[in-house]
């Protein structure tokens, strides 16, 4: 059996943008702005294919 691809992904089911690292609202992760285009959602004049244009990627937080 293999694995459903991203786009086999249930609507309900949240969308993880390559920059991601986590879920949003899972424990021990947070927003933060995209490294790639500075939080702007843009390169250039196109959609930033790391954050999907919002600006923002999940990423750990860190904790012990």
Known sequence: ???PKTSDALPD???L????EA???SPGSGENI????QGSGKIGAVECPICG???IVITGIGGG
């Not at 943008?17 to 991601?20: C, H, Q, S």
């Not at 995209?34 to 285009?37: A, D, F, G, K, P």
């Open 13 to 15: 089911e949240p969308k």
């Open 34 to 37: 995209c490294s790639e285009c």
């Open 53 to 55: 244009g919002t600006g």
């Open 23 to 25: 879920e949003p609202g």
């Open 1 to 3: 059996m293999t694995a």
């Open 17 to 20: 943008n390559p920059g991601d």
